[in-house]
């Protein structure tokens, strides 16, 4: 006969199991355990004396297989919170992290409350960075592309899930699906991690086409400097997320291409994370 485990317990093991796999194990163990009894996490702190059924118990040690395993929490999850907005992430789109609300903070800051501008997010994920921005600017028209359209029926179904209705989703690569089109603010957080870098094993669980760029990680921010003054209004803002060492490296592809005005900003950790940048003819 097993011997009984309570919510307490169960908590102090998986704690200490995720150790040295988790930033934060104790909200790890908090959150995996929360979704296995189907309650939300005050009931672990109002009834840590309650015993779990052998259903929980298996749940629970399924789900902390897979994050000892490297699994983001947003995937067994299925939730991301991001700039106060609940998305739906799957493994076909990268896991937004709070670095990104800098680029989105940076976007907003140049966009009128009431302007009713185009705006477009290039290599658009799950959304994240798109329906920031959409529900900030509700009189903007949000266009967002992904070539992968796994990523994109996840960000189409957090725009629905979030009544988000000023945005446009279309498949292809980078600026191929808007050829032809013009937007006052472009935004993007393409793949920037070079191709040999460790970092990458640690993200294994996640899609390595949406975070590797080749030998020096900026195949994709050049192409983006390169073709992005073609569907840019005069003067237009291009906002881009990159690696915490690449701020001159990007500054330079960037003016190499004719842009102008090019500033870079630091990530909440310090870190030089964000570039913005004009094109004027």
């Known amino acids: 006969m097993s011997v009984p485990v309570s919510i307490e317990k169960a908590l102090l093991d998986a704690t200490t199991r995720l150790r040295d796999v988790s930033e934060s194990p104790r909200l790890d163990a908090e959150l995996l355990l929360a979704r296995s009894i189907d309650m939300p996490r005050s009931y672990l702190f109002a009834h840590p004396e309650d015993t779990l059924d052998n259903a929980a118990i298996g749940r629970l040690e399924q789900t902390l297989e897979r994050r000892i395993n490297g699994e983001p929490m947003a995937y067994i999850t299925g939730i991301k919170e991001f700039w106060s907005l609940e998305l739906f992430v799957s493994p076909g789109t990268l896991v937004p992290r709070p670095e990104t609300e800098l680029l989105v903070d940076i976007a907003l800051r140049e966009i009128p409350r009431k302007a009713d501008w185009t705006v477009l997010d290039l290599g658009t994920g799950s959304g994240a960075i798109a329906l920031a921005i959409a529900k900030e600017r509700q009189l903007c028209q949000l266009t967002a592309t992904d070539v992968s359209a796994d990523a994109l029926a996840v960000a189409r179904e957090n725009a629905r899930q979030l009544l988000v209705s000023n945005i446009e989703f279309l498949q292809g690569n980078w600026t191929e699906p808007v050829a032809g089109q013009r937007f006052r603010v472009i935004a993007s957080n393409p793949p920037y991690v070079a191709a040999d870098d460790d970092v990458l094993e640690s993200l294994r669980a996640e899609p390595t086409v949406a975070l590797a760029a080749g030998e020096d990680g900026l195949d994709s921010i050049t192409i983006l400097a390169r073709d992005c003054p073609s569907i840019i209004e005069d003067d237009g803002l291009l906002v881009l997320e990159h690696g915490a060492?690449?701020?001159?490296?990007?500054?330079?592809?960037?003016?190499?291409?004719?842009?102008?005005?090019?500033?870079?900003?630091d990530d909440y950790s310090g870190l030089p994370r964000v570039t913005s940048a004009t094109y004027s003819r």
């Open 245 to 265: 060492e690449q701020r001159d490296q990007v500054a330079a592809v960037l003016l190499s291409y004719g842009w102008d005005h090019i500033q870079c900003y």
